[in-house]
């Protein structure tokens, strides 16, 4: 809950919504704490949140894994870096790199797959360094996106031979926190 605040001013953010592929945030700070409340006390089974802070503790944006799919063993990653003071410094990429880390280590899932805009060259360059292959093209609601993925084999491969390594600025567990 102590987050809800600048997840907010993130989610009002014309320009971070652009890079979402999505609209700005409408309602006004009361009902997205009811939301926000919500989301907190109830998680999706299907969904797992985090948020992104520094080591001093300073909320710097949120990652998600969701459309959890145990039968075809995969699942979507969603990465937003909301404080634009962190931007191009690597932090997505040591971000993206502790999630698929973590989803390959506790879960028995196979495939991280994500959709990024076409022009979202910045994030397409995190995920590339992460590990992730462009699959294809995909057009949704008049957006241009590139589907990306990682398979657990490749992951794996890449983890023995030392090319992963998870999180060079801090440990995994101090760099991420459940929202």
């Known amino acids: 809950m102590d987050d809800a605040e600048t997840d907010y001013s993130w989610r009002i953010d014309p320009e971070l919504a652009s890079l979402d592929a999505t609209r700005p945030v409408t309602l006004t700070f009361t009902e997205y704490l009811r939301y926000h409340r919500d989301d907190v006390q109830y998680p999706s089974p299907w969904s797992v949140r ?34 634009r003071n962190y931007w191009s410094k690597g932090y997505g990429t040591d971000v ?15 495939r991280v797959y994500l959709h990024t805009l076409m022009n979202n060259y910045r994030a397409q360059k995190a995920f590339t360094k992460a590990g992730f292959s462009p699959i294809r093209e995909k057009k949704r609601d008049g957006h241009e996106f590139v589907l990306m993925e990682i398979k657990r084999t490749k992951w794996e491969a890449a983890k023995a031979n030392s090319e992963i390594s998870v999180s060079s600025r801090t440990p995994a567990k101090q760099y991420y926190r459940e929202a």
């Open 50 to 83: 985090m948020a992104i802070d520094t080591l001093d503790g300073k909320h710097i944006g949120n990652c998600m894994y969701y459309d959890i799919d145990t039968k075809k063993s995969q699942c979507e990653l969603g990465i937003i870096i909301g404080d």
């Open 96 to 110: 993206v790199k502790t999630a698929v880390t973590h989803i390959f280590q506790t879960t028995e899932l196979n």
